[in-house]
């Protein structure tokens, strides 16, 4: 069965940058979708992406557009998630998660666009980002 798991995280200061990798064994991404979620402490975990291996498709948070951006390997084994201009408030640990059918799925929340978590079939462990001076 698919298993993924994350690296790249780490302590970074404001500004700097990083690259979270989602490592797949198992399968290929081909009919997959892979999204991104992160959970800081006392919060509820949000999605900040999605990646569609089969075409290259994206789906961002909104208030993250332009800083983060997913991409993938052509061997569809690995996701990318490069994160720039990274600010306190991005700390906190991150997940890749996968859902067979290979799309991003989404439902609409108080008119925003926002990455369904609970749909997700495969989930890795989580990698911790800390951004801090």
């Known amino acids: 069965q698919l298993q993924l798991v994350e690296s790249g995280g780490g302590l970074v200061q404001p500004g700097g940058s990083l690259r979270l990798s989602c490592a797949a064994s198992g399968a290929t991404l081909d009919q997959y979708a892979i999204g991104w979620f992160r959970q800081s402490p006392g919060k509820e975990r949000e999605g900040v992406s999605c990646?569609?291996?089969?075409?290259?498709?994206?789906y961002y948070k909104d208030s993250l557009k332009g800083r983060f951006t997913a991409s993938g390997d052509n061997d569809k084994t690995t996701v990318y998630l490069q994160m720039n201009n990274l600010k306190p408030d991005d700390t906190g640990v991150y997940y890749c998660a996968a859902v067979r059918g290979a799309q991003c799925l989404t439902t609409v929340v108080r008119g925003m666009i926002v990455l369904n978590e609970n749909e997700m079939d495969y989930w890795g462990k989580g990698t911790l980002v800390t951004v801090s001076s």
């Open positions: 990646f569609r291996s089969s075409d290259g498709g994206t």
